[in-house]
């Protein structure tokens, strides 16, 4: 296989944004469930993150089909950096300077993987 090309770069950077936001609105519909089976059915935050798990899963898939696995997959870490600036913005969780850390190794990563194609 030839070098990954910049369109499955994209599509799997997508979908680690999208499933991000599903990680968010599986929180919210979390948070929101008691033990009686009807907030689950009517949970429609849990649907809206089940729904953005599976888009981000297609645009994985597009992504992969043409792409390097050994380089696109690890983007896939991207989505917990994307899912730390959604925790902080939308539940105000802390920024700490161990959560900052690891992102930088989680994007360091990605770019030395990219740059060893």
């Avoid at 070098?3 to 499933?19: C, D, E, H, Q």
């Avoid at 297609?58 to 043409?66: A, Q």
């Avoid at 983007?75 to 959604?86: F, H, K, P």
Wanted: glycine share 12%; aromatic share 18%.
């Amino acid at each position: 296989m030839t070098a990954t090309p910049l369109s499955s770069i994209l599509l799997v950077f997508t979908a680690s944004f999208i499933g991000s936001f599903g990680a968010v609105f599986l929180k919210w519909g979390a948070g929101r469930l008691h033990r009686d089976l009807k907030s689950l059915i009517y949970n429609w935050r849990l649907a809206v993150g089940i729904v953005l798990y599976l888009l981000s899963f297609v645009f994985y898939y597009l992504g992969l089909r043409v792409g390097e696995l050994s380089v696109l997959y690890p983007m896939v870490a991207l989505g917990y950096v994307w899912t730390v600036v959604w925790s902080r913005f939308f539940f105000g969780e802390p920024f700490s300077a161990r959560k900052i850390g690891g992102l930088l190794l989680i994007v360091g990563g990605v770019v030395l993987l990219k740059l060893g194609n």
